[in-house]
């Protein structure tokens, strides 16, 4: 079955379109991942997915219910870390929790003992009666994880769920994410970090003003968008591009780099530094970065 | 109706277990309040005026006021905790979006802010009910039909605040209805002297302020004149109140979902 299917889907705020008929399916137990430049619409998607937003125009199903329709049977199932943090400032940490999960109708008991195994999941449980002002942004981001988590969701949606983390709390989080997928849990995932995008996603989409600009595994993306090798050239002197244009080779010019990409790196790099020595060329595996920049510029957004 | 389910009584409850924490800091204003004005007006204001002329008998000025300030606190409470208050859980804590994102929706979370407000209303009217009964200034049994109408009319200023937050754009803007609105009210809607003593076109003006309504059915209650005038005050009370729920419902859904 399909948890999420969106066809032609198209919001619209005062006239300008922030996502602009797009279409996705994204199946169980899958982590699917929505890539995008600042302002390319990954949370106004997001925030259709879970019932915010309702679509300009459209279909939109997200565990088998009409989103438009079902809106409350559809929200049962979702857990939802926004990008924003909005955790509630006149609760304690586990009471943060705990009136969450009223509002799934958990009370009592099995509430509070989901609370608590939540507080314990996420490093929290010694925090649990902080007020939240107290809590450093890591632990708030961390807390409202757990949140998302209070209604055992069967899709996790997650908005940049590691912005502003350590790299503890950041591989703890993904270590998580693949325990929570073994389980059963969908998930959908936006990010501005393309390992992390590469560690988790089966498959991603790259969005860019409102539309999709490529769908498929990061590693199928990789391949065919940047080859299997990038070389960095620096600095970018004439010399050197007239040499890559001679050789035909796929190439970018930054004010300060040139980014070569090969699929026989290697042999590639060695003739490169035969010609003009080692020191300021590197070679290295081509990654996600490379497939975001070349389909999505590198022009600041607005 | 428009999507609202008993589920929204968890925001309720949220406001609820919020109010409880400092429950002892959020009693002491509604308590010192009445005793406040009784101060002022009982002894201040009372040893120059006597009594008051109220349906072809003479009432203590004291009696007089007293459902007046019952209303006020109604309306003040009501107001302020659907204007600012739920403008600080909407605009500045995210706590609506957070709520959205749960199986309540927009009309739970707002219809229940309403209620809420109308809870913090009784509770304000209540104390001033309880202290000017025990001034002797309420005739019971009757005065207990003030409690249910204390929590409608806190419904109908709740929704009517609810209204005015859908629509600003900052929090210093509530300062208009509350200059413009509250304040002449309070000033004007027969709390303080009968409105028979006004010119007849100020009347009819003072008759187009839902506390007016509240403040005359009110004091009939306490009074012990209870009449037909009195069921058709509250009824307008409740048509007004009805009407404004279902204009915040939709404004607010217009704000904040686009
Ligand atoms: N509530 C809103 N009202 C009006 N315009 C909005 C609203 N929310 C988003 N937009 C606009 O829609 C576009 C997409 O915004 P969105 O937040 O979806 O981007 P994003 O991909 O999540 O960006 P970021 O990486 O910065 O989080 C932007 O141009 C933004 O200005
Ligand atoms: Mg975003």
């Known amino acids: ?302 | 109706m428009m999507n609202i389910s008993l589920r929204s009584m968890r925001v309720w409850q949220r406001n609820f277990d919020v109010y409880l924490v400092t429950w002892k800091v959020n009693f002491i204003p509604p308590l010192l309040e009445p005793l406040l004005y009784l101060f002022a007006f009982g002894i201040g204001l009372g040893q120059l005026v006597k009594d008051v002329p109220y349906e072809g008998a003479q009432v203590s000025y004291l009696r007089f006021i007293a459902p007046g300030l019952i209303a006020t606190a109604v309306m003040n409470h009501g107001f302020f905790e659907t204007t600012y208050s739920s403008f600080v859980r909407m605009y500045y804590q995210k706590t609506f979006d957070a709520m959205l994102s749960t199986p309540l929706t927009i009309e739970d979370v707002v219809m229940a802010e309403m209620i809420w407000g109308a809870t913090k209303a009784l509770f304000a009217g209540s104390i001033m009910f309880v202290v000017t009964l025990l001034f002797g200034l309420l005739s019971m049994p009757m005065a207990l039909w003030i409690i249910p109408v204390a929590f409608l009319s806190g419904l109908t200023f709740s929704a009517m605040g609810m209204c005015f937050t859908a629509y600003v754009k900052n929090i210093e803007m509530f300062n208009f209805p509350v200059f413009l609105f509250i304040t002449p009210m309070f000033l004007f809607s027969g709390v303080f002297f009968p409105l028979s003593s006004l010119p007849a076109w100020a009347q009819a003006v003072a008759w187009c302020l839902p506390l007016t309504f509240l403040v005359s059915s009110l004091r009939s209650i306490a009074l012990g004149s209870f009449g037909m005038a009195v069921i058709w005050q509250i009824l307008v009370l409740a048509a007004l109140g009805f009407a404004c729920v279902l204009i915040s419902l939709s404004a607010m859904k217009k704000r904040l979902l686009k």
Not at chain 1, 24 to 34: A, D, K, Y
Not at chain 1, 70 to 92: A, F, M, S, W
Not at chain 1, 235 to 245: F, Q, S, T, V
């Open chain 1, 1 to 302: 079955m399909d948890i999420i299917r969106a066809t032609d889907l198209v919001k619209t705020f005062r006239h300008a379109a922030a996502v602009d008929h797009i279409s996705l399916r994204v199946s169980r137990q899958e982590c699917f991942g929505i890539l995008g430049p600042n302002g390319a619409g990954k949370t106004t998607t997001v925030k259709m997915i879970y019932c915010f937003f309702e679509p300009t125009s459209g279909k939109l199903e997200v565990l088998g219910e009409d989103a438009r329709k079902n809106i409350r049977r559809v929200k049962e199932g979702i857990g939802v870390c926004p990008q924003e943090n909005n955790l509630d400032p006149d609760l304690t940490v586990i009471e943060n929790l705990r009136v969450f999960a009223r509002y799934f109708d958990i009370v009592g008991a099995r509430a509070l003992s989901r609370c608590e195994e939540l507080l314990r999941f996420v490093g929290l449980y010694g925090k649990r009666h902080s007020v939240i002002d107290e809590l450093s942004g890591g632990m708030k981001r961390r807390l409202i994880i757990a949140r998302s988590l209070v209604n055992s969701p069967r899709l996790l949606i997650l908005d940049e769920p590691t912005t502003g983390l350590d790299p503890q709390a950041r591989h703890q989080i993904w270590e998580s994410i693949i325990s929570l997928k073994k389980s059963g849990t969908t998930v959908l995932l936006t990010t501005h970090y393309m390992d992390e995008a590469t560690h988790l996603c089966d498959r991603l989409v790259i969005m860019d003003k409102g539309k999709i600009v490529v769908e498929g595994s990061p590693k199928e993306l990789i391949r065919q968008y940047a080859g299997s090798h990038v070389i960095e050239i620096s600095p970018a002197g004439e010399a050197a591009g007239n040499y890559l244009k001679q050789k035909g080779l796929t190439f970018e010019k930054t004010p300060t780099h040139f980014f070569v990409y090969a699929q026989k790196g290697p042999e590639v790099f060695s003739d490169i530094t035969l010609k003009f020595g080692e020191s300021g060329c590197a070679l290295r595996m081509a990654n996600l970065e490379d497939v975001f920049l070349k389909l999505t510029g590198r022009e600041l957004r607005e």
